[in-house]
């Protein structure tokens, strides 16, 4: 813009310039046809037009280069890791719908002030992408209000197809990129609501990204990992679908033991769909485990997934799939990333208790490691090649001391309360062993 300014600056200073020495010059010579003068003039005229259109084109050029400009942009970077400390500092909520206020504000608030340009857009679109991991935080909760969340998530998706079509339209070339992460991000996010909604039969937005095109490890990883997911849940789905039982947790204790009670009802059509789902989620997985694999955070999630996964590949193929590994990994990496977290509050706590800084997502991260154990727990009950007096939960075994008060082996997680309900049965079951063992 300023280079511009000096332009045109120059030019108005050229023409007043020549204008006086023309009229200087006509007056030295007054017997000069006025004829000559007058084309002399007119040619200089339609020079410094055509001066004026390059320079109108050359500065509308650079401008549109700096707008779409997309050199060393964040979704290109190859070494490009989500800081889980900041955003953890950042988003302070002590519950669901604080958190959600929070969060959507953030959102909001890039999404007004920094998509500018495609590499300012291509920042905003890495923070979602990171902020993906937090979503679940909102609407797992006992409190979600989904129909808020629904509506300014809403919001979001259309600022963000705003913003794509105008890239759209100024440089294709530099929306690739973006267009791709809008599409994952929007699929996620489809994704996320209906799992939360209790269902297993999710919209397939995700298979139309194209996910080799996605160049940083984070969105890749992101990508692999909810492909996997989408299969994993088209999996159970099939398997809920063929016990004609849509409402069961096939990850409760009741839900697993109907399923394999019932596993040679099933038609070998419904068992080879399933199978194929369930194979393809495994390959997934398994990609996004190796793009994250020193990342601090995906490897809990990823694994449990995996884990997950090969536990009903084994049970359907009735071979020796490992599963038992990835779930252990689960629960190490979970509970590695807890004790950071502890670590950052305990730093960021200024004087306090470290109890009373207990915000939501402190609790979330609790959260997801319990689950892991609990649902560990629930797959070993059901198999057939592990003993029930093996099974252990944070170091004790469960059904080892008949004389243990049960009622103190699980931790307690506010605000979530799946684990509570798995918690429950792993606990009747335990106290049903002592009960027959007496």
Same mark, same amino acid.
């Given at each position: 813009?300023?280079?511009?300014?000096?332009?045109?600056?120059?030019?108005?200073?050229?023409?007043?310039?020549?204008?006086?020495?023309?009229?200087?010059?006509?007056?030295?010579?007054?017997?000069?046809?006025?004829?000559?003068?007058?084309?002399?003039?007119?040619?200089?005229?339609?020079?410094?037009?055509? $001066?004026?259109?390059? *320079?109108? #084109?050359?500065?509308? &050029? %650079? /401008?549109?280069?700096?707008?779409?400009?997309?050199?060393?942009? =964040?979704?290109?970077?190859?070494?490009?890791?989500?800081? $889980?400390?900041?955003? *953890?500092? #950042?988003?302070?909520? &002590? %519950? /669901?719908?604080?958190?959600?206020?929070?969060?959507?504000?953030? =959102?909001?608030?890039?999404?007004?002030?920094?998509?500018?340009?495609?590499?300012? *857009?291509?920042?905003?679109?890495?923070?979602?992408?990171?902020?993906?991991?937090?979503?679940?935080?909102?609407?797992?909760?006992?409190?979600?209000?989904?129909?808020?969340?629904?509506?300014?998530?809403?919001?979001?998706?259309?600022?963000?197809?705003?913003?794509?079509?105008?890239?759209?339209?100024?440089?294709?070339?530099?929306?690739?990129?973006?267009?791709?992460?809008?599409?994952?991000?929007?699929?996620?996010?489809?994704?996320?609501?209906?799992?939360?909604?209790?269902?297993?039969?999710?919209?397939?937005?995700?298979?139309?990204?194209?996910?080799?095109?996605?160049?940083?490890?984070?969105?890749?990883?992101?990508?692999?990992?909810?492909?996997?997911?989408?299969?994993?849940?088209?999996?159970?789905?099939?398997?809920?679908?063929?016990?004609?039982?849509?409402?069961?947790?096939?990850?409760?204790?009741?839900?697993?033991?109907?399923?394999?009670?019932?596993?040679?009802?099933?038609?070998?059509?419904?068992?080879?769909?399933?199978?194929?789902?369930?194979?393809?989620?495994?390959?997934?997985?398994?990609?996004?485990?190796?793009?994250?694999?020193?990342?601090?955070?995906?490897?809990?999630?990823?694994?449990?997934?995996?884990?997950?996964?090969?536990?009903?590949?084994?049970?359907?193929?009735?071979?020796?799939?490992?599963?038992?590994?990835?779930?252990?990994?689960?629960?190490?990496?979970?509970?590695?990333?807890?004790?950071?977290?502890?670590?950052?509050?305990?730093?960021?706590?200024?004087?306090?208790?470290?109890?009373?800084?207990?915000?939501?997502?402190?609790?979330?991260?609790?959260?997801?490691?319990?689950?892991?154990?609990?649902?560990?727990?629930?797959?070993?009950?059901?198999?057939?090649?592990?003993?029930?007096?093996?099974?252990?939960?944070?170091?004790?075994?469960?059904?080892?001391?008949?004389?243990?008060?049960?009622?103190?082996?699980?931790?307690?997680?506010?605000?979530?309360?799946?684990?509570?309900?798995?918690?429950?049965?792993?606990?009747?079951?335990?106290?049903?062993?002592?009960?027959?063992?007496?």
């Amino acid at each position: 813009m300023k280079t511009s300014k000096v332009l045109y600056g120059l030019f108005i200073i050229l023409i007043a310039l020549s204008l006086a020495f023309a009229f200087v010059a006509y007056s030295w010579n007054p017997e000069k046809a006025l004829v000559d003068f007058s084309v002399a003039v007119v040619g200089f005229i339609v020079a410094l037009l055509a $001066l004026d259109i390059a *320079l109108r #084109t050359y500065t509308s &050029i %650079d /401008s549109v280069n700096a707008i779409t400009k997309m050199d060393g942009n =964040i979704l290109d970077n190859e070494r490009y890791v989500t800081s $889980l400390p900041e955003l *953890l500092i #950042t988003f302070k909520a &002590i %519950d /669901s719908i604080s958190l959600s206020e929070e969060l959507f504000e953030s =959102i909001e608030n890039q999404l007004r002030t920094k998509t500018g340009s495609a590499i300012q *857009l291509a920042d905003t679109l890495q923070y979602l992408v990171d902020l993906i991991v937090l979503f679940p935080a909102i609407f797992n909760s006992d409190r979600a209000k989904t129909d808020d969340y629904d509506k300014r998530m809403r919001r979001i998706l259309k600022s963000l197809e705003k913003s794509q079509r105008k890239f759209v339209q100024i440089s294709k070339g530099s929306s690739i990129q973006i267009t791709e992460v809008i599409k994952l991000f929007k699929a996620v996010v489809s994704y996320q609501k209906v799992v939360a909604s209790g269902r297993l039969n999710v919209h397939s937005d995700l298979l139309h990204v194209r996910g080799e095109i996605l160049r940083n490890p984070v969105t890749r990883t992101v990508y692999n990992n909810y492909v996997g997911l989408y299969y994993n849940k088209k999996g159970m789905h099939t398997l809920q679908k063929a016990l004609n039982h849509t409402a069961a947790d096939l990850l409760s204790i009741a839900g697993l033991e109907e399923l394999i009670s019932n596993l040679d009802s099933l038609s070998s059509e419904d068992k080879e769909q399933a199978m194929m789902y369930f194979e393809f989620a495994k390959n997934n997985l398994e990609k996004a485990l190796k793009i994250s694999h020193d990342d601090i955070m995906w490897p809990g999630f990823i694994n449990y997934n995996l884990g997950r996964t090969c536990f009903f590949i084994n049970l359907l193929s009735e071979g020796s799939i490992e599963w038992q590994g990835y779930m252990a990994d689960s629960i190490r990496h979970r509970a590695i990333l807890n004790r950071l977290i502890e670590d950052i509050f305990e730093e960021h706590r200024h004087g306090s208790s470290c109890k009373s800084l207990a915000p939501h997502l402190r609790n979330f991260f609790y959260y997801q490691e319990e689950l892991a154990r609990l649902v560990s727990v629930n797959l070993m009950l059901v198999s057939k090649n592990i003993k029930q007096i093996d099974i252990s939960y944070r170091g004790n075994f469960l059904f080892r001391d008949a004389s243990r008060d049960s009622h103190t082996d699980f931790l307690s997680v506010e605000g979530f309360s799946k684990t509570s309900e798995y918690q429950n049965d792993i606990r009747a079951r335990i106290e049903g062993h002592s009960s027959g063992g007496a």
